[in-house]
């Protein structure tokens, strides 16, 4: 059972880059959710989605793309990476309602240069 | 959609008590999770409240007051390991749709 599982880890792009963030689980979990970590600003919210075939944008989706196609894989897409997307990318699966918190990958640190 | 405040940093000593508070504004409430972020790590899940009352997990408690808007996590026996931030997030009825809200974060630092 793995999890979350993310990759790359680490990444460098240049400014106008385009590049996938690639997230899937094996848990069954509806939902999946993409958030960035930049410091003193917590954990924000990109997009989500409650179901394959269902996505919505959370607080900061401007520039990133998502499609969940299967249950299992929720890939992020940057559209033309800019320096203001410097930041650290988790993805996390739950089971939507319930006791049960999400999971979380180990994390994309991306850098745009 | 919600307001999460909970303070920036904390500092305790190894062995002591710390708690860690967590307020929210919250139009559809649906529950409250605590997380633990060590430097470089994912967040990983430490507890759930959906009722007033006080959780216990061993060493950590997680007590909610959903008339008050007001969570703690109180951290017992503390260790140099417990050195983290601990994020505190709610999860809001949003017309079926249920994903929860973060806080910023507070940092703990525990020294010897």
């Known amino acids: 059972n793995a999890g979350v599982t993310q990759t790359p880890k680490f990444q460098v792009l240049k400014t106008g880059q385009s590049m996938t963030l690639q997230c899937a689980q094996d848990m069954n979990h509806e939902y999946m959710s993409w958030y960035r970590q930049d410091p003193g600003m917590g954990l924000r919210l990109i997009h989500y989605?409650?179901?394959?075939?269902?996505?919505d944008q959370g607080e900061v989706p401007n520039g990133y793309n998502v499609s969940r196609s299967t249950t299992e894989d929720f890939p992020l897409r940057l559209l033309s990476a800019a320096p203001s997307q410097t930041s650290v990318y988790f993805c996390a699966s739950g089971p939507g309602q319930g006791s049960f918190g999400y999971t979380f990958g180990s994390g994309t640190r991306l850098t745009v240069v | 959609g919600q307001n999460i405040d909970q303070p920036t940093e904390m500092t305790a000593t190894e062995g002591a008590i710390v708690q860690i508070n967590c307020t929210y504004q919250t139009s559809g409430f649906n529950g409250l999770f605590w997380y633990q972020q060590h430097a470089g790590e994912a967040p990983t899940f430490l507890s759930y409240n959906v009722l007033d009352g006080l959780e216990e997990k061993g060493r950590f408690s997680s007590f909610l007051s959903r008339s008050k808007g007001y969570s703690y996590l109180l951290l017992k026996e503390l260790q140099m390991k417990d050195s983290a931030s601990y994020l505190c997030a709610v999860r809001e009825d949003g017309g079926g749709s249920y994903i929860p809200t973060f806080g910023r974060g507070t940092s703990l630092i525990v020294h010897p």
């Open positions: 989605s409650v179901g394959a075939g269902i996505t």
